[in-house]
């Protein structure tokens, strides 16, 4: 820019020049702004994302604008009914118009709510093939989802499905009694939707509001069908038609509202399949066997510790026991030592007894010593006496019982001093007898 100025005659000059580029760089700035602008927004108009952007608000409570009015219309159909004898003349146009039996504005409205539904399948499956991670091409299942609901609208509105019940029952194809006519479309809907149904649970598992929405709407389709095949058992014939006729709108308005919340959940969340979010029924569950495993934990923790008591109780219970029997042993054994050195000591009065007593024989016994047999004899007696004696226990004029309690030692002790007393007494004889 300064060797651009050089040339200039003036200071005037060369500021009026510096202006001029100065304006000219700003208007290729902005030129640029609104050319990038303008490639930005022909993207998004290519996509088809701000057009859809626009109808379908970021905020999920916005949505009602478009899925209350409709549950409103078809609520004032059936109070409509309802209400027809109050509001029209049996025999008017009008009362006939309303009649949910004869006229036509139920199945147009329910065939347009379910046209309506397809497109918003289809609308589901061109989004969804825009993930980067839907290698198995699930995305084509909503396409088959539309073709049901374009079918399902067919034959709402132009009652093909009784045509075709019909052409069974005439063709003689199968017979089920008198339930044909109803079971010939029923069958194969069930057939066809239960598999529908479980594809379309796998997808929505990641938006839990549609997902509420299609399992209320699936409850729905499955009492419409329960109450037409016991209509006969429920009372308030009068009214069926029109519980029936409330109760499949009602399903058609549910499977909108949640292909609707689908939608937006696609747009502004993700648009990859879904993450396997356990259910809340498995998380109650789960929730309550973790509870129940806890309690029994810890009631197996309390019969252990109170097991643990009992057995620290019986075992207090036997040292107790074993003490106290120790106790008695020890005062027995002192009892024991105490009785025999009571009886050892009046032992050598009998004995100074005997030797009196032998004394006293033996002067009275010394005058007829002369009329005794020959010496041979005296000492063949003698031999014999000595012999038996030495047969002869020594403990056995002792007490055996006073053995009892008693340990070896001890035992060993006493029978000890009983020889030696024995031993005592025999020499005592022996030297009397000598």
């Given at each position: 820019?300064?060797?651009?100025?050089?040339?200039?005659?003036?200071?005037?000059?060369?500021r009026r020049?510096?202006?001029?580029?100065?304006?000219?760089?700003?208007?290729?700035?902005?030129?640029?702004?609104?050319?990038?602008?303008?490639?930005?927004?022909?993207?998004?108009?290519?996509?088809?994302?701000?057009?859809?952007?626009?109808?379908?608000?970021?905020?999920?409570?916005?949505?009602?604008?478009y899925?209350?009015?409709?549950?409103?219309?078809?609520?004032?159909?059936?109070?409509?009914?309802?209400?027809?004898?109050?509001?029209?003349?049996?025999?008017?146009?009008?009362?006939?118009?309303?009649?949910?039996?004869?006229?036509?504005?139920?199945?147009?409205?329910?065939?347009a709510?379910?046209?309506?539904?397809?497109?918003?399948?289809l609308?589901?499956?061109?989004?969804?093939?825009?993930?980067?991670?839907?290698f198995?091409?699930?995305?084509?299942?909503?396409?088959?989802?539309?073709?049901?609901?374009?079918?399902?609208?067919?034959?709402?509105?132009?009652?093909?499905?009784?045509?075709?019940?019909?052409?069974?029952?005439?063709?003689n194809?199968f017979?089920?009694?008198?339930?044909?006519?109803?079971?010939?479309?029923?069958?194969?809907?069930?057939?066809?939707?239960?598999?529908?149904?479980?594809?379309?649970?796998?997808?929505?598992?990641?938006?839990?509001?549609?997902?509420?929405?299609?399992?209320?709407?699936?409850?729905s389709?499955?009492?419409?069908?329960?109450?037409?095949?016991?209509?006969?058992?429920?009372?308030?014939?009068?009214?069926?038609?029109?519980?029936?006729?409330g109760?499949?709108?009602?399903?058609?308005?549910?499977?909108?509202?949640s292909?609707?919340?689908?939608?937006?959940?696609?747009?502004?969340?993700?648009?990859?399949?879904?993450?396997k979010?356990?259910?809340?029924?498995?998380?109650f569950?789960?929730?309550?066997?973790?509870?129940?495993?806890?309690?029994?934990?810890?009631?197996?923790?309390?019969?252990?510790?109170?097991?643990?008591?009992?057995?620290?109780?019986?075992?207090?219970?036997?040292?107790?026991?074993?003490?106290?029997?120790?106790?008695?042993?020890?005062?027995?054994?002192?009892?024991?030592?105490?009785?025999?050195?009571?009886?050892?000591?009046?032992?050598?009065?009998p004995?100074?007894?005997?030797?009196?007593?032998?004394?006293?024989?033996?002067?009275?016994?010394?005058?007829?010593?002369?009329?005794?047999?020959?010496?041979?004899?005296?000492?063949?007696?003698?031999?014999?006496?000595?012999?038996?004696?030495?047969?002869?226990?020594?403990?056995?004029?002792?007490?055996?019982?006073?053995?009892?309690?008693?340990?070896?030692?001890?035992?060993?002790?006493?029978?000890?001093?009983?020889?030696?007393?024995?031993r005592?007494?025999?020499t005592?004889?022996?030297?009397?007898?000598?």
């Open positions: 820019m300064s060797t651009g100025f050089a040339g200039s005659r003036s200071m005037d000059e060369r020049r510096r202006l001029a580029s100065e304006s000219s760089e700003s208007l290729e700035d902005s030129n640029e702004d609104t050319i990038s602008q303008n490639i930005a927004r022909t993207h998004r108009f290519a996509a088809g994302q701000y057009p859809l952007r626009t109808l379908i608000f970021p905020r999920r409570w916005k949505l009602s604008v899925y209350l009015p409709v549950l409103l219309c078809l609520a004032a159909i059936v109070a409509a009914d309802l209400y027809r004898p109050e509001l029209t003349k049996p025999d008017s146009a009008l009362a006939g118009y309303l009649s949910l039996k004869s006229s036509p504005l139920a199945q147009v409205l329910s065939g709510l379910l046209l309506i539904s397809g497109q918003l399948a609308l589901i499956a061109s989004l969804r093939t825009q993930s980067l991670h839907d198995s091409g699930r995305y084509r299942l909503w396409k088959w989802v539309a073709c049901g609901l374009y079918l399902f609208a067919l034959c709402t509105t132009t009652s093909l499905h009784q045509v075709w019940a019909t052409t069974v029952i005439e063709l194809l017979d089920w009694g008198p339930q044909t006519q109803l079971l010939a479309w029923i069958v194969p809907t069930l057939v066809l939707g239960s598999s529908v149904a479980l594809m379309t649970y796998l997808e929505l598992r990641g938006d839990r509001a549609g997902l509420n929405m299609t399992i209320i709407a699936i409850a389709y499955v009492g419409y069908l329960t109450f037409q095949f016991t209509d006969n058992l429920i009372p308030g014939t009068a009214y069926h038609h029109l519980i029936g006729s109760l499949l709108m009602f399903a058609h308005w549910s499977f909108f509202t292909l609707l919340l689908h939608t937006h959940h696609l747009l502004y969340q993700s648009v990859d399949l879904p993450e979010v356990p259910s809340r029924l498995t998380k569950g789960g929730e309550y066997l973790r509870r129940r495993r806890i309690r029994r934990k810890a009631k197996q923790v309390a019969k252990a510790s109170q097991r643990k008591k009992q057995l620290e109780a019986t075992r207090l219970q036997q040292e107790a026991y074993e003490k106290a029997r120790r106790e008695e042993q020890v005062a027995q054994k002192q009892n024991q030592q105490v009785t025999p050195a009571a009886s050892k000591e009046p032992k050598p009065v004995a100074a007894v005997e030797k009196k007593n032998v004394s006293k024989k033996t002067k009275t016994a010394e005058p007829a010593k002369a009329e005794s047999p020959p010496e041979t004899a005296n000492t063949a007696s003698q031999k014999k006496t000595s012999s038996t004696k030495k047969n002869v226990r020594v403990d056995q004029s002792h007490d055996p019982e006073q053995l009892k309690g008693l340990s070896k030692r001890e035992r060993r002790k006493l029978q000890k001093q009983w020889r030696e007393a024995e005592q007494n025999a005592e004889d022996e030297s009397d007898w000598s």
